[in-house]
């Protein structure tokens, strides 16, 4: 009777916190423990899917995956699909989908949403009992917060690699300043408290301007017809990360904003990805 009271209490605290557990078949033997809707802070915005290998994780590695949106919208869900596919690439590797507090007229993106990234690295690190390397993944808003973050706030190294699809590495960049939203880019992406006097905001928040010889390898991803994050930031980007000497690749497929999830350029990507990542280990 105890037993049966305990497990209807344990269902009964996952249904009430959201978290839903199931198991993802991937095919091929591939299986994840999947507990989705996770909190993973006090924000009702503070959520992630977490995937666990079935058999023989790799404690060593863990993909986190981070939405774009324009740094005010998006969800997790949208990169679902693709982080299914990496799995089956990396069937031993630990996936994030994190879910991340947006900014809005009153809310400033910077430092919130990397200080997400942070909280949701410790909390992987404890449920987990694992102390890993990270592989920061993101497109569009969310490829700026990989390097970002991985640039900027990564003081103790964690981030192993990052990769930017299709990212704003340099917000001073005439071809961003196009896009239609730039004018949020400048008032609410970073609030102005965290910034030092001599330095500009949207310096501040350029990747590229915090790249130095010990930043983490990074693939890029750009669009030749992006007209939201023109093709033009991965020539500021290679350039940094060359002067630099930062282990990197970009490529480059043909499409707009949304194109790299088209077939052939999201599989493309997961094997370059592979590739990269194998490379990045010999470095």
Same mark, same amino acid.
Request: a positive charge.
């Given at each position: 009777?105890?037993?049966?009271?305990?497990?209807?209490?344990?269902?009964? +605290?996952?249904?009430?916190?959201?978290?839903?557990?199931? +198991?993802?078949?991937?095919?091929?033997?591939?299986?994840?423990?999947?507990?989705?809707?996770?909190?993973?802070?006090?924000?009702?915005?503070?959520?992630?899917?977490?995937?666990?290998?079935?058999?023989?994780? *790799?404690?060593?590695?863990?993909?986190?995956?981070?939405?774009?949106?324009?740094?005010?919208?998006?969800?997790?869900?949208?990169?679902?699909?693709?982080?299914?596919?990496?799995?089956?690439?990396?069937?031993?590797?630990?996936?994030?989908?994190?879910?991340?507090?947006?900014?809005?007229?009153?809310?400033?993106?910077?430092?919130?949403?990397?200080?997400?990234?942070?909280?949701?690295?410790?909390?992987?690190?404890?449920?987990?009992?694992?102390?890993?390397?990270?592989?920061?993944?993101?497109?569009?808003?969310?490829?700026?917060?990989?390097?970002?973050?991985?640039?900027?706030? *990564?003081?103790?190294?964690?981030?192993?690699?990052?990769?930017?699809?299709?990212?704003?590495?340099?917000?001073?960049?005439?071809?961003?300043?196009?896009?239609?939203?730039?004018?949020?880019?400048?008032?609410?992406?970073?609030?102005?408290?965290?910034?030092?006097?001599?330095?500009?905001?949207?310096?501040?928040?350029?990747?590229?301007?915090?790249?130095?010889?010990?930043?983490?390898? +990074?693939?890029?991803?750009?669009? +030749?017809?992006?007209?939201?994050?023109?093709?033009?930031?991965?020539?500021?980007?290679?350039?940094?990360?060359?002067?630099?000497?930062?282990?990197?690749?970009?490529?480059?497929?043909?499409?707009?904003?949304?194109?790299?999830?088209?077939?052939?350029?999201?599989?493309?990507?997961?094997?370059?990805?592979?590739?990269?990542?194998?490379?990045?280990?010999?470095?």
């Amino acid at each position: 009777m105890k037993k049966h009271l305990l497990t209807f209490l344990s269902v009964m +605290t996952l249904m009430l916190s959201g978290c839903r557990q199931k +198991t993802i078949d991937l095919g091929e033997n591939i299986l994840f423990r999947a507990e989705q809707n996770m909190a993973y802070g006090q924000n009702a915005a503070q959520k992630m899917d977490l995937y666990i290998p079935d058999k023989n994780m *790799d404690s060593r590695n863990v993909f986190i995956i981070i939405h774009g949106g324009g740094w005010r919208g998006g969800r997790k869900s949208q990169l679902t699909s693709f982080t299914f596919d990496l799995m089956k690439k990396f069937p031993h590797t630990a996936f994030v989908n994190l879910e991340y507090r947006l900014a809005s007229a009153t809310r400033f993106a910077l430092p919130d949403q990397t200080d997400d990234i942070n909280t949701a690295m410790m909390y992987v690190e404890k449920k987990l009992n694992i102390k890993p390397k990270y592989i920061l993944l993101g497109n569009s808003a969310g490829g700026h917060l990989s390097m970002f973050y991985a640039y900027h706030n *990564d003081r103790n190294r964690k981030v192993k690699a990052v990769v930017n699809i299709v990212g704003p590495a340099d917000l001073n960049d005439p071809g961003f300043r196009n896009y239609d939203d730039y004018a949020f880019v400048e008032k609410h992406l970073i609030d102005p408290k965290i910034v030092e006097d001599n330095l500009s905001l949207m310096n501040f928040g350029s990747p590229v301007y915090w790249i130095s010889p010990s930043s983490a390898p +990074t693939l890029s991803y750009y669009g +030749t017809a992006d007209h939201v994050v023109p093709v033009s930031q991965k020539k500021i980007l290679d350039s940094a990360l060359a002067r630099n000497k930062v282990y990197h690749e970009s490529y480059k497929f043909d499409g707009n904003h949304m194109g790299w999830e088209q077939p052939p350029h999201a599989s493309f990507l997961v094997e370059k990805i592979e590739d990269f990542l194998r490379k990045a280990d010999q470095k």
